[in-house]
């Protein structure tokens, strides 16, 4: 079955800073792989998503996420962290087999100035 | 993306009473989702709603729970009875061909 592993229940980064947030997946079938941001009492935000192809995507507000199939991962990051940027991510999985949509258990992000 | 309305965004009722969620995706989408998110923790997936028809559901889609969009337009979740595990919020969610969901911004349900 599909699951997904974000190891990484908070990060804190400080404003201008990189990150880096981790999430591991597995799945059958063609993996979809999805980033989503959900910032306070709001539904999720979609930050990029992975077709099959380019393995590194770009995303919204200078996100971007690398696809490995060799480690099973899709990283999200982004070169200098906001303030605004505080939010919980969810990484997320579906294939070609389900239009399910598998979640992770989400990383909360904190900014500090 | 395209917007997806959940009026209201609380509700609150007494355990064993019936509630319906109602999901308004404004625009036409055949492919419909309901998520449930206790407080803190992740998403998980419900039930997934095709052309009129349930096409998956997950071990949280108790039997308690209903799925309908009885006039082409609000997609609803019921629950009939609520049980004080049903407190969450409650997100709905549209699918367009490129396989990409759109979410509202949830209902949360608070079951005293």
């Known amino acids: 079955a599909q699951s997904v592993t974000q190891p990484d229940a908070r990060v804190t980064v400080s404003e201008g800073a990189s990150l880096q947030l981790r999430c591991k997946y597995s799945?059958?079938?063609?993996?979809?792989l999805f980033w989503y941001v959900q910032y306070p009492r709001q539904g999720l935000q979609l930050l990029l998503k992975y077709y099959p192809g380019d393995p590194v995507v770009q995303g919204v507000n200078g996100f971007e996420a690398e696809f490995s199939k060799s480690n099973s991962s899709f990283h999200l990051r982004k070169a200098s962290v906001h303030w605004s940027d505080w939010a919980v991510y969810f990484c997320a999985v579906s294939s070609s087999n389900t239009n399910k949509v598998v979640f992770g258990t989400g990383t909360r992000l904190q900014v500090l100035p | 993306g395209p917007k997806v309305l959940q009026i209201p965004s609380h509700q609150i009722i007494d355990m064993g009473q019936m509630v319906t969620l109602n999901c308004d995706p404004v625009?036409?989408?055949?492919?419909f989702y309901w998520y449930k998110q206790i407080l803190g923790q992740q998403m998980e997936f419900l039930v997934n709603?095709?052309?009129?028809?349930?096409?998956?559901k997950s071990k949280l889609f108790k039997d308690q729970f209903s799925v309908e969009r009885p006039d082409g337009s609000y997609f609803t979740l019921k629950i009939q009875p609520t049980a004080l595990e049903d407190s969450a919020v409650y997100f709905c969610?549209?699918?367009?061909?490129?396989?990409?969901?759109?979410f509202g911004p949830g209902t949360r349900l608070t079951v005293l």
């Open positions: 709603f095709y052309n009129g028809k349930v096409m998956e």
């Open positions: 625009s036409n989408h055949l492919y």
């Open positions: 799945y059958f079938g063609t993996p979809y």
């Open positions: 969610a549209i699918e367009d061909s490129s396989y990409e969901q759109y």
